[in-house]
């Protein structure tokens, strides 16, 4: 049985974890708010913008010029997957939901006979595949946790992506990362960057209305797409970006609320025992007094 300077030193010891537990739990709400603001802003410009070059993908079926950028190089035996996590850890289960969807998505890919190549975005997603997947890794790039997401952060990975593409790299792009849906679910989501995927709904629509998606280009079609399908990888990494830093202070907010609670019930625990230890001690040293002197 612990001694009461053991479950003093317990009951100490729980209560500074308390402290810091509710101490980032009120951090992570005062950056979800903000971080939830930016999310829910970007993202209806993203899915317009998305859909709009969806539609002219779909229409542009089957014409000779069509972008890489809009119609992938026309293979389907290298994927690029960049999964997107956070540099910090202490939040519940967002990294790992990530890692596994992007193992299992690797397998799956592997057993078709697919090349995978990664590009992780965010040090907790890098760490966990390099233990299993060091050799497919061609890059490591920061994550956005505790920060304002620059717009130049999603810039440069679609620049990369971009030149990766153009020197023949891979056929197929897709981002992995948690879509925020309210602070306590975050889920899963495979993103396809390239070539662009066409929603089923709007090729119906297309195909029975064929003036659905007629497009006119001014000053030019090939001027304005050049100039328009990287813009369009740009907003969807960003909004992707400012999706999981929302998410990652739902699940980190939520996380060390459940932790904050656990300790006070630790500490319930450990005080409930300590009394009990403190009481059986003082029966004992009664029971000591009275039997010393009964027998004087």
Known sequence: MPSLKELRARITSVKSTRKITSAMKMVAAAKLRRAQLHAEAARPYADAMRRMLAELAGSMTGREGVPQ???GTGADRVHL???????????GGFN?????TTRQTIRRLQAEGKTVKLLPVGRKGADFLAREFADLIIDRLPGGSGKEIPFSAAGDLGDKIVSMLQNGEFDVCTV???RFRNVMSQVPTHLQMIPLELDAANSNAA???????????????????QKLLPRN??????????????????ARMTAMDNATRNAGKAIDRLSQKYNRTRQANITNELMEIISGAAAV
């Open 96 to 100: 790992s939901n990530v890692n596994r």
């Open 207 to 225: 195909k029975a209305d064929p003036d659905a998606a007629q497009y006119e280009f001014e000053p030019g079609e090939e001027e304005l797409l």
């Open 69 to 71: 950028l809009l119609a």
């Open 233 to 250: 990888l740009q907003v969807q990494l960003y909004a992707v970006m400012l999706d999981s830093a929302a998410g990652e202070q739902g």
């Open 176 to 178: 992995i990362y948690n």
């Open 81 to 91: 997957l960049i999964p997107v996590t956070s540099d910090r850890g202490l939040a």
